[in-house]
Nanobody, 114 residues
Framework: QVQLVESGGGLVQAGGSLRLSCAAS????????MAWYRQAPGSQRELVAT???????HYADAVKGRFTISRDNAKNTVNLQMNSLKLEDTAVYYC????????WGRGTQVTVAS
């Protein structure tokens, strides 16, 4: 059974930082491309960043230069370091495993306040 458990969200002031983590189980983590998505109220879920099994990364234009995705295959975790947060980064953040795209966790709420 696939489980994705996101953590690390919270309330932060604009310009601040947060580090999100996602613990995965029930998958062969090391071979999966892992991704972070987010969904703001009234909006569709959007891709934020991906990291392949060999560490190649890709970022949405909106977060490029501010967010960093990383993975620890020994711990089956994928992280998202978010710096210089903006109001528009407010959303629920989810991680996802490429080989099982239908599996989602509960997400973690990130709220950026002015």
């Amino acid at each position: 059974q696939v489980q994705l458990v996101e953590s690390g969200g919270g309330l932060v002031q604009a310009g601040g930082s947060l580090r999100l983590s996602c613990a995965a189980s029930g998958i062969i983590f090391s071979i999966n491309t892992m991704a972070w998505y987010r969904q703001a109220p009234g909006s569709q879920r959007e891709l934020v960043a991906t990291i392949t099994s060999v560490g190649r990364t890709h970022y949405a234009d909106a977060v490029k230069g501010r967010f960093t995705i990383s993975r620890d295959n020994a711990k089956n975790t994928v992280n998202l370091q978010m710096n210089s947060l903006k109001l528009e980064d407010t959303a629920v953040y989810y991680c996802n495993a490429g080989q099982i795209p239908e599996a989602w966790g509960r997400g973690t709420q990130v709220t950026v306040a002015s």
